[in-house]
């Protein structure tokens, strides 16, 4: 039927996110990012990963999880088996936030305001993708995949299903792997990052 062409999930996804583009009311900050950084993947894929918002390099690029984190984040996905190209990578937060310092663009983590106003965004763009098993990387993606602030530590490596019936993996995310101070706590952590990816892979195999 006529309807079905409107629905298909590609097209959607181009319309949900010229449909961001085109919003007047974002938050005031975001009017200092160089574009939109919209989710990339297929449509459909098994994985669908959410991160907190693009940094610098993603501001630059257009793309999720290009930068630092990007880079960790394909090489721990790389050691688990996953293939980035076939899962779905998006962000809670669709603008970089950042405070203009003398030659640097510092990064500034989003508060409860900015998740909610990208989160009606963030859930029709997993809607559309359909994937069995969300992976949210680190505090703000949980929150905007459940609307409630919850501690990482107590939720990660483990399914939990969302208030709207959404099957949940929280982890960490690779910035706070990038951030460890010492050489064993990242050797550790970034292991256990690994194999909560492998555990989330097992998940839609
Ligand atoms: N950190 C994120 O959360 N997302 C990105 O896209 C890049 C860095």
């Not at 459940?146 to 709207?164: C, E, F, H, Q, Y």
Request: hydrophobic share 40%; glycine share 8%; aromatic share 8%.
């Amino acid at each position: 039927d006529l309807f079905a062409a409107t629905e298909d999930p590609a097209t959607a996804l181009r319309a949900l996110r010229e449909e961001l583009e085109r919003r007047n009311d974002l938050p005031p900050w975001a009017a200092q990012a160089t574009q939109l950084v919209f989710g990339e993947g297929p449509p459909g894929a098994p994985l669908l990963f959410v991160g907190e918002q693009p940094g610098d390099e993603e501001d630059l690029a257009g793309k999720p999880f290009v930068g630092p984190a990007g880079r960790l984040f394909d090489k721990a996905l790389l050691e688990a088996g996953v293939e980035r190209p076939q899962t779905y990578v998006t962000n809670a937060v669709k603008h970089f936030k950042f405070k203009p310092t003398g030659r640097r663009r510092l990064h500034q983590s989003p508060d409860a305001g900015d998740i909610a106003y990208y989160r009606p965004f963030l859930k029709r763009e997993v809607e559309l993708v359909g994937p069995q098993l969300v992976v949210t990387l680190g505090a703000t993606a949980l929150r905007a995949m459940t609307g409630k602030p919850l501690p990482i530590g107590k939720n990660r490596g483990a399914v939990m299903t969302s208030p709207d019936g959404i099957r949940l993996f929280p982890t960490v995310h690779p910035s706070y792997l990038l951030r460890l101070p010492d050489a064993e706590s990242k050797t550790r952590e970034y292991a256990r990052f690994v194999g909560e990816l492998k555990a989330a892979r097992r998940e839609v195999a």
